[in-house]
C-alpha cells in the first residue's frame, strides 16, 4: 500500500517538474512578445502622443499583460518619487528587481538596458529609432525562442514523466 | 505717492525651496537646502554652467555657494559644477522626456510645473536653416517663477475705465522686472473684479505661449489668474488669441511677450472684435518700442490707450510709469519700496 502511494507520488513529482521546466520555455516566447508590445505602446506614447516619460511609462504599465506591467511600474513609481534619479537610473532598478522574477535570458536582459540608455534622452526621432530597434531585437529573440520552446516544452513534459516511472521502476 | 496695497507672497521662502530644489540633482540639493527661508525669498535665478561656479542671483547682485553650501564671493572656493550635475538637472527640469519638450527646447527654454522657467543652453541642432534642437547642453538657468498677488494695486485704477470696460494696455519693461508678475496679478484682478474701484470682474482669455502666466501643469493652472479665466496653455500667441475670440468670446485677452508681426495682427483683430487687450513687451522705455519695425505699428496706430514702464531700479518692479497711449504723456509714476 504505502509502496503505491510513495510510486505515485514519485511520478507525480517528477512529472511536476518536467511541466516545470517545460513551462518556462513556454513562458519566455510570451514574455518576449508581451515586452515587443509593450514597448511599441511606449513608442507610440512618445512618439505620437508626446507624453511626459513618467506618465508614459505608468499608461504603459496600465495596459500591458501582467507579466511585464511590472517592469513598467517600478519604473514609473522610480521617476515619479522625485528623489534625483534619472530615466536610466529608475529603469535599471526596476530591471533589476523585474529580472530576477521572469524567465527572461541574458540577451533579453541587453536589449532592455540598452533602452535604458536612451529612455527620455533624445527628441522623438531618435527615441522612434531606437525604440523599434529594441522591438525588433526583441522579435529576432523571439523567434529563436519559440523556436527551442517548441522543441524542448514536449521533451521536457515526457522527459519527467518517463523519468519519474524510471525511478519507481528502479526502486521496485 | 499713490496707494500703496498689501503685497503678498503666495509662496513664501520655504515652501519655494522645496518645490523648486527638486528640480537639482542631490549635490546641489545639498547646498541649496542649507539657504535660509529668507534667502530662498529674494533669490531670483540658480545658474549651472559646466567647470564654473554655482552662481546664485538675487535683485541687486549675486553670490556663489562653497562645497558646504556657504556664500562666498571668490570663485576659487566655490562649488563647481560638474557635466553630471548638467546633465542630471536637464533630466529633472524636462521629467526626463527631452522629446516632449522639443518645440520648447527650440526656443531655448522649458517650463516647469510651479511656473518656473528653465533656460538651457548648448549647442544648436541647425537644419534647414533653423534651430531643431539642441544638444550637448552645458547651460542651465533655473528662473524662479514668483506670484506676488498685489502688485497690480497701484496700477490698475489707471487702467480701468468704468464698472465693465478697462483700457488696452502694454506692459513694457526690461528682462527681470517683474513683468509676468504683474500681468498675472492684473489678469487676477480684472477677472475677479476690484470692488474698492468699483470694477466688476471681466471674462479674461489668457495665451500662454509660454506657460509662464498661469504657470500650467497638464493644462491646470498653478497659479491664481481669477475666476473668470480661460488660459490656453502652450499656444503660439496670434492663433491662440483667435482661438479665444472664436470659442471663449472672453472680453479681455491677456498675453506675454507680443514682438512678431502676426501678434500685433492678431491684436488688431482683437479690437476690431471689440475686446480689451493687456500684453507685455520686451523694451526699456516707449521711445524704444518705437524703433522695432513691427510694435511701432502698435505706437502709430495709437492701439494702446496705457502703457505701464517698468524699470529695474532697487528691484523687480520697483519704479512704475503710466503713460497715456495718445499723447504719449506720463499720466502717473509710481515709486514703490519693495
Known amino acids: ?172 | 505717492m499713490v496707494y500703496m496695497g498689501q503685497l503678498t507672497e503666495v509662496r513664501p521662502g520655504h515652501r519655494l525651496r522645496e518645490e523648486v530644489i527638486g528640480f537639482f540633482p542631490t549635490t546641489i540639493r545639498a547646498l541649496l537646502g542649507q539657504l535660509p527661508a529668507s534667502a530662498w525669498s529674494v533669490l531670483e535665478e540658480v545658474r549651472l554652467r559646466v567647470h564654473k561656479p554655482l552662481i546664485l542671483s538675487r535683485a541687486g547682485g549675486e553670490t556663489m555657494l562653497t562645497g558646504e553650501g556657504l556664500p562666498t564671493g571668490d570663485p576659487g572656493r566655490a562649488y563647481r559644477v560638474s557635466e553630471e550635475d548638467v546633465v542630471r538637472t536637464v533630466e529633472l527640469v524636462t521629467g526626463s522626456s527631452l522629446y516632449a519638450v522639443e518645440d520648447e527646447l527650440r526656443q531655448g527654454f522649458v517650463t516647469v510645473p510651479g511656473g518656473h522657467r528653465v533656460g538651457l543652453c548648448g549647442r544648436a541642432v541647425v537644419e534647414g536653416g533653423r534651430v531643431r534642437t539642441l544638444k550637448y547642453l552645458t547651460g542651465v538657468n533655473f528662473r524662479i517663477s514668483r506670484e506676488v498677488q498685489g502688485v497690480a494695486d497701484q496700477v490698475l485704477p489707471w487702467l480701468i475705465r468704468g464698472p465693465r470696460t478697462m483700457y488696452n494696455t502694454l506692459i513694457i519693461s526690461p528682462p527681470r522686472c517683474g513683468k509676468t508678475t504683474l500681468l498675472r496679478d492684473l489678469v487676477r484682478q480684472i477677472s475677479n473684479g476690484v470692488p474698492r474701484l468699483g470694477f466688476t470682474g471681466l471674462t479674461v482669455g489668457v495665451v500662454d505661449e509660454r506657460s509662464e502666466i498661469a504657470g500650467c501643469y497638464r493644462g491646470i493652472p498653478q497659479r491664481d489668474v481669477g475666476l473668470r479665466t480661460d488660459v490656453l496653455d502652450g499656444c503660439p500667441k496670434a492663433e491662440g488669441m483667435m482661438l479665444l475670440l472664436r470659442a471663449l468670446s472672453p472680453d479681455v485677452i491677456a498675453t506675454d511677450e507680443i514682438g512678431r508681426r502676426e501678434d500685433v495682427e492678431a491684436l488688431e483683430e482683437m479690437l476690431n472684435a471689440g475686446v480689451r487687450i493687456v500684453a507685455t513687451a520686451h523694451a526699456a522705455s516707449v521711445e524704444e518700442l518705437g524703433s522695432r519695425p513691427v510694435l511701432r505699428d502698435l505706437l502709430q496706430r495709437h492701439i494702446v490707450e496705457r502703457f505701464v514702464v517698468l524699470e529695474y531700479r532697487h528691484g523687480p518692479g520697483a519704479v512704475r510709469r503710466i503713460i497715456d497711449g495718445r499723447n504719449f504723456e506720463t499720466v502717473e509714476a509710481i515709486q514703490c519700496s519693495r
Request: net charge positive.
Open chain 1, 1 to 172: 500500500m504505502f509502496k503505491v502511494a510513495g510510486a505515485l507520488l514519485v511520478i507525480v513529482a517528477a512529472g511536476a517538474l518536467g511541466l516545470l521546466v517545460a513551462g518556462s520555455y513556454a513562458r519566455r516566447p510570451q514574455e518576449l512578445r508581451a515586452l515587443q508590445s509593450a514597448l511599441s505602446l511606449l513608442e507610440t506614447e512618445i512618439v505620437y502622443a508626446a507624453t511626459p516619460l513618467t506618465e508614459a511609462l505608468e499608461q504603459v504599465a496600465r495596459r500591458s499583460e501582467s507579466c511585464v506591467s511590472g517592469l513598467f511600474a517600478r519604473a514609473h513609481a522610480g521617476l515619479a518619487s522625485r528623489t534625483g534619479s534619472t530615466a536610466q537610473e529608475a529603469w535599471e532598478r526596476a530591471l533589476n528587481e523585474y529580472y530576477p522574477n521572469s524567465y527572461l535570458r541574458p540577451d533579453d536582459l541587453a536589449v532592455l538596458q540598452g533602452v535604458g540608455k536612451i529612455l527620455g534622452a533624445s527628441d522623438r526621432q531618435d527615441q522612434a529609432k531606437h525604440l523599434r530597434l529594441a522591438c525588433e531585437r526583441l522579435r529576432t529573440q523571439n523567434l529563436k525562442a519559440e523556436e527551442e520552446a517548441r522543441r524542448n516544452v514536449r521533451l521536457w513534459r515526457y522527459l519527467g514523466l518517463f523519468a519519474g516511472l524510471a525511478i519507481v521502476l528502479i526502486l521496485v
